[in-house]
């Protein structure tokens, strides 16, 4: 049996920050204008840069959730995460995927 087969790590282990910055992803793009390309490759890659640029927040637990939450109710947190999403959008949208 393959390591990834015998333990559940698609619904169990979670980054809690792939939330925050789709949600941030989100209101960004509505109030940037059309000309930005919002096709799946350049959002998927906005929110790929985004997340790697951001510090991730693991949690496999209830308890895990609850870490997760007092990091993400930190002011600096969610400027990191409004930032980091601003630059991805920058840089993919001088640098698409595709022409």
Known sequence: MAFNEEYDFESVLKNE??????AELEKQLASHPASICR????VIDMAAVALNNVKPLYRVSLLGIQYASR????????ESVK?????A??????????D
Request: proline share 6%.
């Open 39 to 42: 096709c799946q490759d350049c």
């Open 71 to 78: 990091a993400m109710d930190k002011p600096d947190y969610a």
């Open 17 to 22: 920050a792939e939330n925050l910055v789709i």
């Open 89 to 98: 959008i920058e840089r993919v949208r001088k640098n698409p995927s595709h």
């Open 83 to 87: 930032n980091a999403v601003h630059k």
